[in-house]
């Protein structure tokens, strides 16, 4: 009941938020700002009662959904999803805050959207049923349109159309997969199911499990989104409101990335195996594809969106290097992109709602103007860089580690783009605080409110953490890791089998999980 009450809080709040009159925008943003802060101490609380040495799965509660097909309301969450819930929350409240001052037409419908988002969000990670994670993933596409849609920039329709569009078309395939995946467990069992637990024990033939990755990862890939899906994402970080920004970069491309993990690469093994290869070979065309543009672009925001790109390439390949160190520093990187880049979205909006304006040549010599706001900025723009110390750092520098017991040519190639991101961060950064005050418009602009810093020293205290003393991450983050690694060993060997059976889960002393996955998938043949 934990996690129905995470999940559903936001939603009470944005119905509490209807019976407020609409003018009274003070206490809409008063009852929005309390909502997300309790989302977020639940979530803590999840936090520090999760059980790092218990079975990787926890707070699980199932109830029939719809009995007569098999779906239930099936909740539960390992390390993985409990970073990913605590990192949503977190997030979830700079996102209010940020828009205090700079949504002034339609607040209550701003603030309800914002809040069912959260809803959706936080869904998804709950989700153990299958058919209960495609709901939740559709459900959060509706507020997000209307964030785009209508608090955006000049060109926000055709961003929102844009985004709904992409995100619908992989989902649509998902959800074919999904009843697929149903019927084929009821022709072996005699029931329906879509349990994610029980459909992962399931054998597949591997020309079915091809089709059924492609499906899933075709709708994942989009929300990543990996190369060459991307198109999507540059024009709806530019056009959303700096609130939608924050919540895209550091939430929903998780989404994505998340999927892999959660449902692909346990469900799939043999698919995996397959298609790491190509998907690989995409992430590194994103890594440098999307840092070589970054460094060319005029806005900032549209910098930082592409850079979003390239990081989130650099995921994936760690992903699909399928070793620990490798998924471990993903899913770490996913924590530190959300961070980092949640913040840069909101040091942009900071210096837009002052200027109106988020071109490079409009600024230069703010940090004789601001010297607070450029002291942060230049932390954040060091972490999203991976500079030791900060948070960036420990994910990169175990992704790399993890590529380069795989494949030395894609960890060299991979190194690229983390050289690349120094250049354009740095050269942006140099070009926006450092030189000559030329421009009168920055002569009297004010330096960071009492607001403004309430939203960004959390995530500098967390940048800093993280990079210093990781540990408390991979305690709860290690064991989530060795079960999709032996989800995945006990996939492949259910799938050489005839008759259905659910596999135990094989003990973590039996594998060596610095192998390469096609060496431990050869072992269980």
Request: aromatic content about 14%.
């Amino acid at each position: 009941m934990e996690l129905s009450l995470l999940t559903f809080f936001p939603a009470i709040g944005a119905l509490l938020l209807l019976l407020v009159p609409s003018k009274q925008h003070d206490t809409i943003k008063m009852v929005s700002l309390l909502v997300a802060f309790i989302t977020f101490l639940i979530s803590l609380w999840l936090y520090f009662a999760f059980d790092p040495i218990a079975h990787p799965m926890q707070f699980q509660f199932s109830v029939p959904w719809i009995p007569s097909m098999g779906i239930s309301y099936h909740m539960g969450i390992d390390g993985i999803s409990l970073l990913l819930i605590v990192m949503t929350a977190l997030l979830m409240i700079p996102a209010i805050l940020c828009s205090w001052k700079s949504i002034t037409k339609s607040v209550k419908g701003f603030y309800i959207s914002m809040l069912l988002l959260a809803t959706g969000m936080l869904g998804v990670f709950c989700s153990l049923d299958l058919f209960l994670f495609y709901v939740f993933w559709e459900v959060m596409l509706i507020p997000m349109y209307f964030i785009i849609g209508l608090w955006g920039g000049q060109r926000r329709l055709y961003a929102a159309i844009k985004f709904v569009l992409f995100t619908m078309f992989g989902s649509l395939l998902m959800l074919v997969a999904i009843i697929y995946m149903a019927f084929e467990f009821k022709s072996q069992t005699g029931v329906y199911s879509f349990d994610m637990i029980a459909l992962t024990g399931m054998p597949i033939d591997t020309q079915v499990q091809m089709w059924l990755f492609g499906a899933f990862a075709l709708a994942f890939a989009i929300k990543v989104p990996l190369f060459p899906f991307h198109t999507w994402l540059p024009d709806a970080h530019v056009e959303a409101p700096t609130a939608g920004s924050v919540i895209l970069a550091g939430v929903l491309l998780k989404l994505g990335t998340y999927g892999f993990i959660r449902i692909c690469m346990p469900m799939f093994p043999e698919a995996t195996v397959a298609f790491t290869p190509y998907i690989s070979v995409l992430a590194i065309i994103a890594i440098i594809y999307g840092a070589l543009v970054a460094m060319v672009q005029k806005d900032i925001k549209s910098l930082v969106a592409f850079s979003s790109v390239s990081h989130m390439g650099f995921v994936m390949l760690g992903l699909f290097a399928l070793n620990t160190q490798a998924l471990e520093g993903s899913v770490i990187q996913m924590i530190n992109h959300g961070i980092s880049t949640g913040a840069l979205f909101l040091l942009v909006g900071m210096i837009y709602e002052r200027r109106h304006t988020r071109l490079i040549s409009e600024f230069g010599g703010l940090a004789k103007v601001m010297p607070v706001f450029s002291t942060i900025f230049l932390i954040v723009t060091l972490s999203s860089i991976g500079l030791p110390l900060t948070n960036g750092f420990v994910g990169e520098f175990l992704i790399l580690l993890g590529l380069f017991k795989v494949n030395t040519t894609y960890a060299i190639l991979a190194a690229t783009g983390v050289i690349l991101s120094a250049c354009y961060m740095l050269w942006m950064y140099q070009r926006v605080i450092f030189g000559k005050l030329t421009n009168p418009k920055n002569e009297k602009l004010l330096d960071l409110s009492l607001r403004e810093k309430v939203i960004l020293i959390p995530l500098v205290v967390l940048i800093f953490w993280i990079g210093i003393y990781p540990k408390p991450l991979f305690d709860r983050l290690s064991p989530s890791i060795r079960l999709v690694q032996e989800q995945m060993q006990s996939r492949a060997s259910a799938a050489k089998t005839s008759k259905f059976e659910l596999v135990e889960s094989v003990k973590e002393s039996d594998y060596n999980y610095d192998a390469t996955i096609e060496d431990r998938l050869e072992k269980v043949k």
